[in-house]
């Protein structure tokens, strides 16, 4: 499969997504909770990153990775839903992208412990994000499966992106490491 397939298809599979993710749909919260993951630019750059640098480890890593980051986040969404505020939530998102696209523009290979504790200690923030931003009137269970598909999808389209593309396309990933980390750099700026 050619990228520019592939570029086509995430943009087919993504943008429902993007037109739902407007309030006033009349969901329960599933569809607020799918397009909170994918209309923020940070959370959108941080779940791309995770599976991009998933897919650049070897062995266990590369599942642990994204499910680390789920499993955490889903546990901070938990969190956010019962009002819990961590203090410099905004920072600790925007360090994350910071972060993740450091890992991938570098292609490090941490041992696996350390990569996950990374990993979760990133999730957790987005997690209470997602929490705190509960919709009024949604339910939270419905609200929750919506941001864990999304972050689920999201990490398999970064996955996928690396283990597609030919070894000759490295640069290109490293590049989009660069640009996450780049954005990251901005965020915790502004």
């Known amino acids: 499969m050619t990228l520019k397939k592939v570029l086509a298809t995430v943009a087919l599979l993504l943008s429902p997504a993007m037109a739902f993710a407007h309030p006033g749909h009349g969901d329960n919260g599933l569809l ?17 990153a995770v599976g991009l640098w998933a897919a650049q480890q070897q062995g266990a890593a590369r599942w642990a990775l994204p499910c680390a980051f789920v499993g955490t986040m889903l546990i901070g969404g938990l969190l956010g839903f019962a009002g819990l505020q961590l203090p410099g939530l905004e920072s600790g998102i925007a360090a994350s992208v910071l972060a993740l696209g450091l890992a991938v523009a570098l292609a490090v290979r941490p041992p696996v412990a350390l990569a996950v ?71 915790l700026a502004g």
């Open 117 to 187: 504790v990374a990993t979760a200690s990133f999730a957790l923030s987005h997690g209470v994000a997602h929490g705190l931003e509960l919709p009024e009137m949604s339910s939270p269970w419905a609200y929750a499966v919506g941001f864990v598909v999304a972050t689920s999808v999201l990490h398999a389209v970064g996955y996928a992106l690396v283990r597609v593309l030919p070894q000759a396309a490295a640069p290109l990933v490293r590049l989009a490491g660069v640009a996450s980390a780049a954005t990251g750099a901005w965020l």
């Open 32 to 48: 607020a909770g799918i397009g909170h993951p994918i209309g923020g630019l940070d959370h959108l750059l941080a779940m791309l």
